[in-house]
């Protein structure tokens, strides 16, 4: 039983391994053939203009490169927040499901029958008010943060 978890964990992680190796092959790759268009820009440039425009080129360029960087970085990041933001919405909605799960139900159906309903009873009654108090004030915060600030 535990061999099919460790080969399952093991393939897997040998394709990760794999894939990570091409994709730092292809941006390596990448790097270099950038490098040389960067040389060929300034090169040119400098035969054309002079040494001052020819660097104030290279300069735009990778600035350009930058801004390209940094917008795909906030776009990353803002699909990252979305995300969270979509699964802890899901994760709300689903909360109330858990407690029409039949294993959950046949749990319990079992600690009343080993504890006994005369003790179960008080027990429920006191997680029945801090339930109330707690969703009581989770009301009264979303009221008060659906105010308008001034």
């Keep these: 039983m ?3 978890i460790i080969d399952g964990i093991s393939a897997s992680t040998g394709t990760t391994v794999r ?3 091409l994709a730092a092959g292809a941006a390596f790759a990448l790097f270099i053939t950038t490098c040389f268009l960067c040389a060929a820009a300034f090169i040119s440039v400098l035969e054309k203009y002079g040494p001052v425009p020819a660097c104030l080129a290279g300069a735009g360029i990778f600035f ?5 960087a940094a917008g795909s970085y906030w776009g990353y990041k803002r699909e990252i927040r ?3 933001r979509l ?3 899901h ?3 689903a909360a109330p499901s858990m407690l029409a799960d039949p294993m ?3 749990t319990g159906l079992q600690i009343v029958r080993a504890i006994g309903v005369k003790r179960l009873l008080p027990i429920l009654a006191i997680g029945g008010v801090a339930l109330g108090v707690m969703a009581s004030r989770s009301v009264g915060a979303d009221e008060t943060s659906a105010e308008p600030a001034e």
């Design 2 to 4: 535990f061999q099919r």
């Design 19 to 21: 894939l990570t190796s």
């Design 64 to 68: 350009l490169l930058t801004l390209a």
């Design 82 to 84: 979305t995300r969270a």
């Design 87 to 89: 699964a802890a919405e």
């Design 91 to 93: 994760a709300a909605k």
């Design 104 to 106: 959950l139900l046949a």
